[in-house]
Each structure stands twice: as structure tokens, then as C-alpha cells.
């Protein structure tokens, strides 16, 4: 039996007492694209930070390929996992392309394969027109963009007997429609290439439309998981968010539309 | 501003560092030129020998200082991911001229003006200073969990504080002729090089300078943030103990052989910034040039501004880097851009 990319094992984090990540178990196979949803403060970021080794567990265990992640070395899992943290804080002016290129430090495919990602994941993201720019210069959504390309570029190819994983917390948090739509399908086609992909994010039409399974989360537990059909219900959705939610048909689609 | 491209500004510093030397070669109380000292007159043997004997290891030195401290900056403010960052954060400066101090002022009595190696005792004081400084600044800020930069920060602002209230005791129980060697030591000097102490200087730093470039890299995904550059695959604990470590030895040594000379560490990473780009690959070399560069000149116009007499060579380097840095800002600010 093949194990799957990312397995989380009853997972528990806690700090000063306090638990901020309760038991939470869920496996992602390759292809698949998992999305974490949830209030604020129910523990997306630290389940993420989790997945990704920044944080490691107090009880339970996160498994890479049915491996404990910590045992890989740093220098290995790098050329296969790649994660794009909420914020950024770099504050020196990089042009958007050498951003871009640092996403390649793992490897060593030399220059010329090098130059020739970075033009794709550039393209992919719809940053080439600022490839030249300083990324100090750019608006938070086009910085927030050249993050994302470096993050793909970081996990373009797949080597042989590898599986590529991609951790994002909200990559589209600031994107207007037409960019969320463009990662979307960026995210869904490297996941059709193969790519595990786990995120967070709030946009429950976006999750909707993109995700194959869905973890939601409220105060640091799992609440459910499954498809996005069996998770996304007015009233379970109603259960997290104390909100009254309306399933409706898309116009033209004819696709279940969440609206509040 | 736009940038240059990284080979132009190479082209410029090689061909300015021997224009510079022979700047440091010709510049002095007595201005000698080098068609000079070839002929046989007996004045020339005078020349020659202040050529020789105190002109070329001195700027040799002050080349070798200039690239220490340049680089030192560099290693810091990418460390730090703060371009304001320099050595003195970790406390070596501050540590080193606690050290000076204490040997000027308790220890000449015991051990004389002595050299070791054609180092003296008053440098070796100041190089343990900074050591021990910089030593008690990391591991305030180690923890198990790693290193905090955070706090290496206000641990570094602490022990500089505690360093200069000792150098203030020694400032303040010591004599005349003492008070003059420390002050003189503190604005930096670099006047008395010889041949020994310049040789040490350069089996010591250019042993240690050619290890900073292999860290272009780990330095470069660094400045995204720590955890983005363990992502890379940086192993970011053990890059920051071997930069402190690195950083320290060399600022160290550079201080304890020519005092603290003020805004090299902290201006010429920037300034080679601001014409390149952040990139360490071609920032550490090119800064290690420009520091050089800077230097020289700077030590050449201490000497020659207000012959016979010598102004401290930290004067001069701010005189002579805060007027260019200003004017990169200036017309950086004016190039526009969102910050």
C-alpha cells in the first residue's frame, strides 16, 4: 500500500497549558488538494505550521510518505515540500525574479534549468511584467503573487521516487478575483501534475471549487472533514461560524453557490 | 535608483584599488611622488625608507582593515535582515574598547608596551574584549529552541551599555597620558603598521575572509525570514553561530590591530547595496573591495588634510562616506517607489 504525502496521526499542540491544536488526524494523497477552514484563532496556522515541521507536535505525529517529517533532513525535504507563510517580511530590494530564483536554493539543476522555472513560475502566477521590479516596491498583492511563484518554482519538477508537497496559508488572502481564480488553477494543475497540496484560506466558493477534501476546524479541533459536498452544508457551516448560511444555484453553472 | 550591473561595478573597484594604494603611497605630511625616488639624491633614501617602511604595510593594512569591517557589516545587516545592522550589535566594539581600556589603564603597569608577535598587548586585550563580549551576547540570546535574533539584538544593546560603563571607569580612574591613548585608540588608528604586525594581519584575516563568500546563499534566503530559509533547506541555527563566530574573529581582530574605526562596517554594505542589489554572491566580494577602497583613501587623507599633524582616520571615513550615502539616499527617494 502506497502511504499518502502527508498524514497527520492524532496530532496535539499545546503551549503554557494551554491547547491550541487538539487531536486532529487527516492524510493528503499525492494529487490531492487539502483546505483547512475556520474562524480566526481555530488553529489553521499552527495546524499548518505543524504539517510544515516550523512547529512540532506535543502528542501525535506527522508523517511525510509515512515517514516522521523530522527524520528527513532539512536539506532533502526542502527539493520536495515547499511553504508560503501568511506574511512575509523581506525588506531588501530583491527584483521579483531573484525572489523567484531563491526558490531554487535546494536545488542543483544549474543556471540555465534554473533561469528557465523561474520564467514559468513567473508566468504562472502573472508577475513576468515585474520580473525587473523591486519586490520592495511592489503592492501586497503582487508581492504576495512573486511569493507564490517562488514557492512553485521551489517544487516545479517532480524527481523520481518524490513526492512533491506544497503548504500554503492563505496564498490568496490578498488577491482580487481575476489572480484568485489564476492561482486556482495554477494550484489545480500542479496538483494534476501530481502535487500534494494543503492550505488555509476563508473563501468558501474558492474552497468549494477547488478543493477535493476539506478540514474544518474550530477552536483548535477538528469539527469534520470530507468532501466538499459533505462539508460545505449551511448548517454545519452555521455550527463554526455562527452565521446563517443559503446554499444557491449559480446562474449559468448550475453549481451550489454559499452565500450569507 | 536603478542598478548597475554587478561585473560594471567590479571593473570600477579593481581598477580604483591600485589607484587608491598609490593614493595611500603618495599622500602624507610630505607629498612623494614616484618619479622621485629614482633618482640617487640623498633626500630619497629618506623618501624611500618612508615609502617602504611606513606608507606600504600601512595602506596594505587599512585595505585589509576596510574589507574586514565591510564585510563584517554585510554578514550582519543580512543576519539581522536589518541594513541598519553592523559588528557593534553584537558587542564587539564596544567589548573590544572595554578590553583596550583595561589593558591601557591597569595593565601597562605590569606588562609594559610589550609586542607579542608584533602585536601589542593593548590589541590583544581588545580582541579578547570583543570575544568575550560577543560570547556573553550569544549565549544570552541561545536557547534550545534556537536563536533569537530579537533577542541578540537587546542582549547585544546590553552588554554594549554594560562595556561602555566599564570603559567609562577606566576613562575615569586613568591619568593624562593615559586618557590620550584611549581616546586616540577609540577614533581609530592605524598609524605605527609595521611588516610583523601586517603580515599577522594578513595570515589571520585572509585566511578567515575567503570563508564569507561560501555563505552568499544560505545569507541570500535568510533575508525571506527564518523559517522561508529552513524551508529552503538552511540549516539557519548553524549558519548563525558560524557567522557570529566569523564576524567576531574577524571584527575582533580588525579592531584590536586599528581601534574602532566608525561607518565602514555599517555604510560601504550599503551603499554596494543600493548600486548592485542585495544579492551576497556578488555583495560580499564587491563590498570587501569597496571597504578596502574606502579605507585607503580615507587613511591617505587622514594623513594628508591637516599635515603634519594626523586626523583620526574614523573622522574621515564619515567625512568621506556620509556625504555619498546621503546623496544614493537622496536620489533613491527621488526615483520613487512605494517606501
Redesign the interface.
Known amino acids: 500500500m502506497v502511504s499518502p504525502v502527508l498524514q497527520l496521526n492524532s496530532v496535539g499542540y499545546r503551549v503554557g497549558g494551554k491547547a491550541i491544536v487538539a487531536n486532529v488526524s487527516y492524510a493528503l494523497n499525492s494529487g490531492e488538494i487539502g483546505i483547512l477552514l475556520g474562524p480566526n484563532g481555530a488553529g489553521k496556522s499552527t495546524l499548518l505550521k505543524l504539517a510544515c515541521g516550523d512547529l512540532r507536535p506535543t502528542s501525535g505525529e506527522v508523517l511525510y510518505l509515512g515517514e516522521q517529517l523530522d527524520h528527513y533532513p532539512l536539506a532533502d525535504k526542502a527539493k520536495n515540500v515547499s511553504v508560503l507563510p501568511q506574511s512575509s517580511s523581506l525588506n531588501f530590494p530583491f527584483l521579483s525574479e531573484e525572489v523567484v530564483m531563491l526558490g531554487r536554493t535546494p536545488h542543483s539543476t544549474g543556471l540555465k534549468v534554473d533561469q528557465g522555472i523561474v520564467d514559468q513560475a513567473l508566468a504562472l502566477t502573472d508577475v513576468t511584467h515585474l520580473r525587473k521590479q523591486p519586490y520592495t516596491q511592489l503592492s501586497g498583492g503582487e508581492q504576495q503573487r512573486v511569493q507564490l511563484a517562488r514557492v512553485f518554482a521551489q517544487v516545479w519538477s517532480m524527481e523520481a521516487g518524490q513526492e512533491n508537497l506544497m503548504i500554503l496559508d492563505e496564498p490568496t488572502s490578498a488577491l482580487d478575483f481575476y489572480h484568485q481564480q489564476l492561482i486556482a488553477k495554477a494550484l489545480r494543475q500542479k496538483a494534476d501534475e501530481g502535487c500534494a497540496v494543503l492550505l488555509a484560506m476563508h473563501d468558501l466558493n474558492v474552497a468549494a471549487q477547488l478543493a477535493d477534501k476539506v478540514i474544518l476546524v474550530s477552536s483548535g479541533g477538528m469539527h469534520c472533514q470530507g468532501t466538499t459536498d459533505e462539508v460545505l452544508q449551511p448548517e454545519i457551516l452555521k455550527e463554526v461560524f455562527s452565521l446563517d448560511f443559503y446554499a444557491v444555484e449559480h446562474p449559468e453553472s448550475g453549481k451550489k453557490v454559499l452565500v450569507y | 535608483m536603478t542598478r548597475i550591473a554587478p561585473r560594471t561595478l567590479f571593473i570600477f573597484l579593481m581598477a580604483s584599488l591600485p589607484l587608491a594604494v598609490l593614493c595611500g603611497l603618495i599622500l602624507g605630511p610630505e607629498i612623494i611622488l614616484p618619479f622621485d625616488l629614482l633618482s640617487t639624491d640623498n633626500t630619497i633614501v629618506s623618501d624611500r625608507i618612508i615609502i617602504e617602511q611606513l606608507r606600504l604595510p600601512r595602506t596594505l593594512m587599512a585595505g585589509l582593515i576596510g574589507a574586514s569591517l565591510a564585510v563584517g557589516g554585510v554578514m550582519m545587516q543580512g543576519l539581522f535582515?536589518n541594513?541598519l545592522a553592523d559588528p557593534s550589535l553584537i558587542g564587539v566594539s564596544s567589548g573590544a574598547s572595554a578590553g583596550a581600556s583595561f589593558v591601557i589603564v591597569l595593565g601597562a603597569g605590569w606588562l609594559g608596551s610589550s609586542d607579542l608577535l608584533g602585536v601589542s598587548v593593548i590589541a590583544i586585550g581588545a580582541f579578547l574584549g570583543a570575544a568575550l563580549a560577543t560570547y556573553i551576547v550569544y549565549r544570552l540570546a541561545a536557547r534550545a529552541t534556537g536563536t533569537s535574533v530579537a533577542t541578540m539584538l537587546l542582549a547585544g544593546i546590553a552588554i554594549s551599555a554594560l562595556a561602555g560603563a566599564l570603559n567609562s571607569f577606566f576613562t575615569f580612574i586613568a591619568d593624562n597620558h593615559m586618557l590620550r591613548q584611549i581616546s586616540l585608540w577609540q577614533m581609530g588608528n592605524l598609524s605605527g603598521v609595521t611588516w610583523e604586525r601586517l603580515g599577522f594581519a594578513v595570515v589571520v584575516l585572509c585566511g578567515l575572509l575567503s570563508i564569507f563568500p561560501r555563505f552568499s546563499?544560505p545569507l541570500?534566503?535568510l533575508?525571506?525570514?527564518e523559517?522561508?530559509a529552513?524551508?529552503?533547506?538552511?540549516?539557519v541555527d548553524r549558519v548563525k553561530i558560524q557567522v557570529i563566530a566569523l564576524v567576531a574573529m574577524v571584527v575582533g581582530t580588525a579592531v584590536a590591530l586599528t581601534g574602532t574605526i566608525a561607518f565602514v562596517g555599517l555604510v560601504t554594505p550599503h551603499i554596494v547595496?543600493l548600486l548592485i542589489?542585495?544579492?551576497h554572491r556578488t555583495l560580499i566580494p564587491a563590498s570587501m573591495l569597496a571597504g578596502a577602497v574606502l579605507l585607503i583613501l580615507a587613511d591617505a587623507f587622514s594623513r594628508y588634510l591637516l599635515a603634519p599633524s594626523e586626523l583620526p582616520v574614523g573622522v574621515v571615513t564619515a567625512l568621506l562616506g556620509a556625504p555619498f550615502f546621503l546623496s544614493l539616499l537622496y536620489q533613491q527617494r527621488t526615483a520613487g517607489?512605494?517606501?
Request: glycine share 18%; proline share 9%.
Open positions: 535582515r541594513p546563499q541570500n534566503a533575508l525571506l525570514g523559517s522561508e529552513r524551508h529552503l533547506g538552511i540549516n547595496r542589489g542585495p544579492d517607489g512605494r517606501r
